[in-house]
């Protein structure tokens, strides 16, 4: 026997009926050959070979004799009490467990048990997708797994992707951890495997990171040349227009409310809602008065959302309440009062 056939070898006695029960693995490149021996019993009147391949039903391949295969690639060796089955031409659909089997008196027996691997290119794992969206919160740690098999084993080399180009991050292995993961990381990441008989393109698996994180509002009037975003109050004449903007950077995308808190009693009402995916939804039945629009800004995960009024009335002289409303993380708000110059 060649080292190179044997990666696993048991062989146990089995006690009650004096028989060497033999188990081997065989890795085979496409194309190339491979004998399995056998020496059954002589006083054994039917043995045969049986194969029972990867997550399939079993098949009979020869009894005793007779050829119980279609598969012109199978052939039977008998000679000085040998029963040997030869495979000439090895393919990836021969790959399984081949059992050399003698009715005995105590019942079927195994003699031989051998496990072919078909050697062949670096393969995605069963139901594993080539393209993979992983959140994370920012702060965890994200872990990729590089779900591919192979014989022989496969390297696996991780990249980072950023506008269109791919670099080398210089890590090898089937999992990429991340540690503290702040939403900088939010790109692509591919593992791709190689091992001798792969093809090109070579067998890859992309990750799109998602990292999601809270609420960070900022709130001023977009109608000002200043815009000062730390302005908690902000001082109109009668008759001016002004243009409230929440300018909120958050993911995933959440529910953005408007609300108004009248500066005498402090009752706070909603004025306008904006629901992702739906779109602006209007709650104050005075629409003379407010009127609103909204962006989106994917690449930059902000969504912009604005109420624009002239204080020509005096309930627009209040405090406007910008709020974020999720489930992923607590609501967050932020205020700006408008107040009247004399």
Not at 316 to 322: I, K, L, P, Q
């Amino acid at each position: 026997m060649r080292c190179t056939d044997c990666a696993l070898m048991v062989l146990v006695w089995t006690r009650c009926i004096g028989i060497a029960y033999f188990e081997e693995t065989i890795y085979r490149d496409p194309m190339s050959s491979v004998t399995f021996y056998c020496h059954p019993s002589q006083t054994s009147e039917q043995y045969m070979w049986k194969l029972v391949p990867p997550q399939k039903t079993e098949t009979i391949l020869f009894m005793n004799n007779a050829n119980l295969t279609s598969d012109k690639y199978y052939f039977l060796e008998s000679r000085y009490h040998s029963w040997d089955l030869g495979l000439k031409t090895v393919m990836k659909r021969h790959s399984g467990t081949y059992l050399c089997q003698e009715f005995a008196n105590t019942g079927l027996v195994t003699l031989k048990n051998y496990t072919l691997v078909v050697n062949g290119p670096p393969e995605l794992s069963p139901n594993i997708p080539w393209l993979n969206t992983v959140p994370v919160i920012e702060g965890n740690t994200a872990e990729l797994r590089c779900d591919v098999t192979g014989s022989p084993p496969p390297s696996i080399s991780w990249f980072a992707m950023e506008d269109g180009q791919i670099r080398s991050i210089h890590i090898e292995g089937h999992i990429l951890q991340i540690r503290n993961i702040t939403r900088a990381c939010g790109t692509k990441y591919v593992c791709i495997a190689e091992n001798r008989l792969s093809r090109k393109p070579l067998l890859n698996m992309t990750f799109d990171l998602d990292v999601q994180f809270p609420a960070q509002i900022l709130l001023y009037d977009a109608k000002s040349p200043r815009r000062d975003v730390t302005s908690a109050i902000l001082n109109r004449k009668l008759g001016m227009e002004v243009i409230l903007r929440c300018d909120v950077m958050m993911y995933p995308e959440v529910t953005i409310n408007w609300k108004i808190r009248n500066l005498k009693n402090s009752q706070l009402r909603k004025i306008a809602s904006y629901i992702p995916g739906v779109g602006i939804s209007e709650h104050d039945r005075r629409k003379t008065v407010y009127t609103f629009k909204f962006q989106v800004i994917p690449n930059k995960k902000v969504t912009i959302f604005d109420v624009i009024f002239r204080t020509d009335k005096e309930e627009t002289f209040s405090e406007y309440v910008c709020e974020t409303e999720g489930q992923q993380f607590p609501s967050t708000q932020k205020s700006i009062k408008i107040e009247k110059l004399p």
